[in-house]
């Protein structure tokens, strides 16, 4: 279906924090810098974290916490030191793993198991991250949340960290509202740390066997059945269907809308250590309930063109792809799919990569952790670079994916947005961005026990989705009426959406459900 600007960016990417209890929303529902403190018992501890860094061994520690909500204690959590080349940092400012199920089972922090503290590597802004999900999470593309926080070791300040969620079955509980399906990483592909196998995660197809893959890909969902028979045959879907089956299939194989936009996303922000540069920091869900495969981001501390991938960020083709990508380059090899992707990138650039849009967003951010980046004394840059990185340029040793510039995080997206609009002609693009809703009657509306749907014309299909844009089931379509059901007496109080798909146009409509 296309993007359909304006009304539906309004009804589907409402903020998650605008509606009920989520697990997490205690770290995450509100921006916030906390305090987490760890204390090891261990003589030596750090050797031993070092040490255990390249087996991801993980060491107890004890962990107090403290939020807006308040403070908490948890004993004997696990903690081990992650990354690639974030680990490298030139000091004890590492990147973390907290487990606070894996040594006291069913201990968790507000539905939490796992958090990542990432540490700012290449990052003199310190919110790239933050910025990078929080937009995901706007636009309706599946992402961790992310905060911030201060770390304190045995009673030592380490540094100001940002705190990312883990991708597990939490995640998928309130993010995709399914956690049965197999849940595939891409797998980091460095060739030195842990995980690493110097093979990218480029969705290639090399065969019908596990073995063929398990160096490019981890599963971390039903580990023990170990069955990778769906994600085989989705490669050999991307890479040997036909163009016909690929194009006809694709919608039913995939989210299709968020995926489209998920990788203009990516190309908005020049997010190369994604799959479209590097081939690793994403993964792969297969909904049960949809029978389809959901694209979730991961790892973006180098969004804002920090990774270059010998390419220049800031005139970064719209269709940029590295070699031996196939699921991008059959997407803009189709011109039906082409043209889809590109009705993303140009609604995404009009509604919310702008100046306008992003540059108040940036400034709460700064205000919020300006107190804290100074104090943090292990901090890769000076108070002046954070200062200075908000609008302008800042000259790096450079790193993996090669380059000294570290862009300006206003500056950027000025001269993206720019750089996109030269490119695409969004005037067309946006002149089929409408809501065609000629013939289509929803009725009773409210509605307690089911709706009837008429339509005049050829209808692909009907999705009931939530207000946040979340597909809660697909619609049956039969042949034998000219009235379609939509059952709802399953589904609690509130307003839903009724989303009909002719082909080449969308319909949306609100439905409210009453008893």
């Not at 107090?64 to 990354?83: C, H, M, Q, S």
């Not at 994916?401 to 693009?429: M, P």
């Not at 009235?483 to 839903?496: A, F, N, T």
Request: aromatic content about 14%.
């Amino acid at each position: 279906m296309y993007f359909i600007k304006h009304v539906f960016l309004t009804l589907f990417f409402i903020p998650f924090s605008g509606f009920a209890q989520l697990e997490g929303d205690s770290l995450f529902a509100t921006d916030q810098v906390m305090t987490i403190e760890l204390t090891f018992s261990q003589t030596g501890y750090w050797d031993s974290l070092e040490a255990n860094y390249t087996t991801s061994t993980y060491m107890s520690a004890d962990m107090t916490i403290t939020t807006l909500d308040g403070t908490r204690t948890f004993p004997n959590i696990a903690v081990r030191l992650k990354g690639n080349s974030t680990y490298n940092h030139p000091n004890n400012k590492k990147p973390f793993k907290i487990d606070f199920n894996k040594y006291v089972s069913g201990q968790d922090f507000d539905g939490i198991k796992k958090l990542n503290l990432s540490n700012g590597f290449k990052d003199p802004s310190c919110m790239r991250e933050k910025l990078f999900f929080d937009f995901c999470h706007e636009v309706g593309v599946n992402a961790p949340r992310a905060n911030f926080a201060n770390l304190i070791i045995n009673g030592s300040p380490l540094g100001f960290y940002t705190v990312v969620e883990q991708i597990d079955d939490q995640f998928l509980d309130w993010a995709i509202l399914d956690d049965d399906g197999n849940l595939f990483k891409a797998g980091d592909n460095f060739g030195g740390g842990p995980g690493g196998a110097g093979t990218p995660a480029d969705l290639m197809y090399y065969g019908n066997a596990a073995t063929d893959y398990t160096d490019r890909y981890e599963l971390k969902t039903n580990e023990d059945l170990n069955d990778w028979t769906d994600f085989i045959e989705l490669l050999n879907y991307i890479n040997n269907s036909t163009d016909t089956d690929f194009k006809n299939q694709f919608h039913t194989r995939f989210e299709k809308q968020e995926l489209l936009r998920a990788f203009a996303i990516d190309n908005l922000f020049s997010n190369l250590d994604s799959y479209t540069g590097s081939a690793r920091n994403y993964y792969l869900y297969h909904n049960l309930t949809t029978n389809k495969w959901e694209w979730i981001k991961w790892d973006a501390n180098e969004a804002f063109g920090s990774y270059t991938n010998n390419q220049a960020p800031l005139t970064l083709g719209v269709d940029y792809q590295a070699n031996n990508r196939p699921l991008l380059e059959r997407i803009f090899d189709n011109e039906d799919l082409n043209r889809d992707y590109k009705n993303e990138l140009c609604a995404l650039v009009e509604d919310y990569f702008n100046n306008a849009y992003m540059d108040s967003k940036i400034d709460a951010i700064y205000n919020l952790i300006k107190t804290d980046v100074y104090a943090d004394v292990n901090k890769m840059f000076s108070d002046a670079d954070f200062d200075n990185n908000i609008d302008s340029d800042i000259t790096s040793i450079g790193g993996p994916g090669g380059g000294n510039s570290i862009y300006g995080l206003k500056s950027f997206i000025s001269s993206r947005e720019l750089n996109v609009l030269s490119q695409v002609d969004c005037n067309y693009y946006n002149s089929i961005q409408e809501i065609h809703s000629e013939g289509f009657k929803l009725y009773p509306n409210p509605v307690s026990d089911f709706a009837l749907v008429e339509f005049e014309g050829e209808i692909a299909q009907i999705e009931l989705r939530s207000i946040t844009g979340q597909l809660i089931k697909p619609i049956e379509l039969l042949e034998s009426t000219d009235k379609i059901k939509v059952p709802v007496s399953d589904l609690p109080e509130g307003i839903y959406l009724i989303v009909l798909s002719t082909g080449n146009a969308t319909s949306i409509q609100k439905l409210m459900v009453n008893r």
